[in-house]
């Protein structure tokens, strides 16, 4: 299974730099009416991308900067949407312990790729701009600028949740993360029998150690 796109696409939701700092607080505050409106959504985004930032570009070890971005990841992205969604409706067929296999195992892909970027995501700078209403939340745009790189926009889907504000997709040059990784598990299962469990063990090899 290809993970280079997905990948790709994850990276950003961790690793991204916001201009300006945020209260890190704010990622933690319980949602409520303004924050639910879009000016909440953007300034969310930024604060999960401000924090984050500040992780990458400080001086803390390797290690401690791998927890530390686990637990940004966990109080800015809705992981377990985003696997329900990106399974489709092979969650339906699938018996809850696959069901709980999967959403561990996408998590753990979700920090892999985040993590696993850390060095490449130096002095990386985001930009929010508009916002925008859809039937499923409200898109956050920003202007991406990496250092020798051409500058890209990243679109966030922000969604209000029990536990607060949180990104339930990430849309890199209009390619959106987690319509790609569905895709990609439909066309696995799709010449797989819909073997769940064989999607299962195909994850588990990928995040083994080589």
């Known amino acids: 299974m290809n993970r280079r796109t997905l ?3 994850l990276s950003r939701v961790g690793v991204l730099a ?12 319980a949602p409520d009416r303004s924050a639910e409106r879009p000016a909440g959504a953007a ?3 930024q604060a999960a991308t401000s924090r984050i930032t500040g992780i990458v570009n400080g001086a803390d070890s390797p290690r401690d900067k791998v927890l530390k971005l686990q637990e940004a990841v966990d109080q800015a992205v809705d992981a377990e949407e985003i696997a329900r969604f990106c399974l489709g409706r092979f969650w339906r067929s699938a018996t809850p312990a696959q069901q ?3 959403l561990q195992m996408f998590h753990r892909v979700l920090l892999d790729g985040v993590t696993g970027q850390i060095s490449a995501y130096q002095g990386v700078r985001v930009t929010v701009g508009a916002t925008r209403e859809r039937d499923d939340g409200t898109l956050v745009s920003s202007l991406v600028a990496r250092p020798g790189q051409k500058d890209a926009r990243v679109d ?10 949180r990104i339930e997709d990430v849309i890199a040059e209009g390619t959106s993360l987690r ?5 990609d598990y439909a066309a696995y299962l799709g010449s ?3 073997d769940i469990g064989l999607l299962l063990e195909a994850m ?7």
């Open 7 to 9: 990948l790709a696409a």
């Open 179 to 183: 319509l790609t990784r569905r895709n």
């Open 43 to 45: 300034a969310f985004v």
């Open 156 to 165: 966030w889907l922000v969604r209000p949740t029990a536990a607060g504000l």
């Open 100 to 102: 709980g296999t999967f």
């Open 204 to 210: 588990r090899q990928r995040l083994s150690p080589a």
């Open 18 to 29: 916001a201009a300006g700092a945020v209260p890190a607080e704010a990622l933690a505050q």
């Open 192 to 194: 797989h029998d819909g």
